[in-house]
Structures are given as structure tokens and as C-alpha cells.
């Protein structure tokens, strides 16, 4: 009986281990490849008829105004990374819930449950780069993060990523299109 319960000696048990940790990091590498992970959030892509320097300070302005924090700026790569907070126990479940059904996708067959939810961020990032017509605006998909707590804030918060639907990522498009119109336009000399 001594015999069968020893299958394996030491040297064989630690590749045997080795060997289902490889086939276990296998399996979750072409799983996590599959068609189905392989989609990608929505990116917003705008051009403008207008310089480098205006389509980055109305982008500055536009994140701003919407309650973003800048996060990091790099003009000689044209990017700008940016994050906005929503603190939900400050807004009631229904504000929150009707915000996040317009900026966020949720999986098929599950809504949308604020409840223990004690926060959410955005994060945006944005390139600008200039060509030799126009001005390139590109924003990546808006990684949405909402935190979980239990009530009364024991343990440790659960963070959970939630796919963006791409309009926040449109709507910073827009909101540089309009900040970029109604800028002043330069002063003309009057025609003799």
C-alpha cells in the first residue's frame, strides 16, 4: 500500500508541476487570444483645419472643463493623458447609473448595479500630431474603472474595468470642434 501512494519521486513531482504550470499558462494565453478578447474598444479620430498649438490648448481647455485632471503632458510626442473622478456615495444611485449607461457598454445580459459602488474613474489618452493640411486628434478607447466597496469600508476595494462605449471618446472630439469654431478669430486690417 506504501508503494501506490508514492507515483511520483521528488524529481519527477517538481516537473510534473513545471509541466501543468506551462500547460495552465498555455491555456490562459489562448484564451485570452481568442476573436473574443481580440475586439477593441471604439477610438475617436478627428481632424481639424487649424494648428498643432490651438487643437492642444482647446484639448487642454475641453478635458478640463469636463472635471478631468491632467495627468501628463508631452508636446514633443503630442500626447496628453488625463482622469476624471466621479465619487458616487456624492451622487445618488439613479445620477450614477444614468451616467454610466451613457458612457459605458455593459456585458451582454448584465446591467447596470451601482449598489457598493463607492467610485468610478476615466482615464483618457489623446494624441495630437499636425500634418501638412491639418491637425490629427486621436483619443483611445476611455478605460472606465468602478470600485467596489462593502459597506462600512471593511476590506480591500475591488476594482472593475467596464468597456467604454465610445462616447465620452466622441464627445471630447466635439467639444474641441466647438471650443476650436468659436475661438476669436484674428483681427483683420480694415481694406483701404
Do not use: C
Not at 38 to 48: D, N, S
Not at 59 to 70: A, D, N, Q, R
Not at 110 to 127: A, F, H, K
Amino acid at each position: 500500500m506504501a508503494r501506490s501512494v508514492v507515483l511520483f519521486g521528488r524529481s519527477d513531482m517538481s516537473r510534473f508541476g513545471r509541466s501543468a504550470l506551462y500547460g495552465f499558462a498555455m491555456l490562459l494565453l489562448v484564451a485570452t487570444s481568442s476573436p473574443l478578447s481580440a475586439q477593441l474598444p471604439p477610438t475617436a479620430r478627428g481632424a481639424f483645419d487649424a494648428p498643432l498649438d490651438a487643437v492642444w490648448n482647446a484639448t487642454i481647455e475641453s478635458l478640463k472643463s469636463e472635471g478631468y485632471k491632467i495627468r501628463e503632458q508631452n508636446r514633443s510626442k503630442g500626447l496628453i493623458s488625463a482622469r476624471r473622478t466621479r465619487m458616487v456615495g456624492r451622487m445618488n444611485e439613479e445620477e450614477a447609473t444614468k451616467e454610466l449607461k451613457q458612457i459605458y457598454q455593459p456585458e451582454p445580459r448584465v446591467g447596470i448595479d451601482v449598489r457598493g459602488m463607492s467610485e468610478y474613474y476615466v482615464s483618457l489618452t489623446v494624441r495630437i500630431r499636425a500634418s501638412e493640411k491639418e491637425t490629427h486628434l486621436d483619443v483611445a478607447a476611455a478605460k472606465i474603472t468602478a470600485v467596489f466597496r462593502r459597506r462600512g469600508g471593511a476590506g480591500a476595494p475591488l476594482p472593475v474595468a467596464l468597456t467604454s462605449n465610445g462616447f465620452l471618446e466622441q464627445e471630447l472630439i466635439q467639444r474641441v470642434r466647438d471650443r476650436l469654431a468659436h475661438a476669436a478669430p484674428a483681427a483683420t486690417p480694415p481694406a483701404p
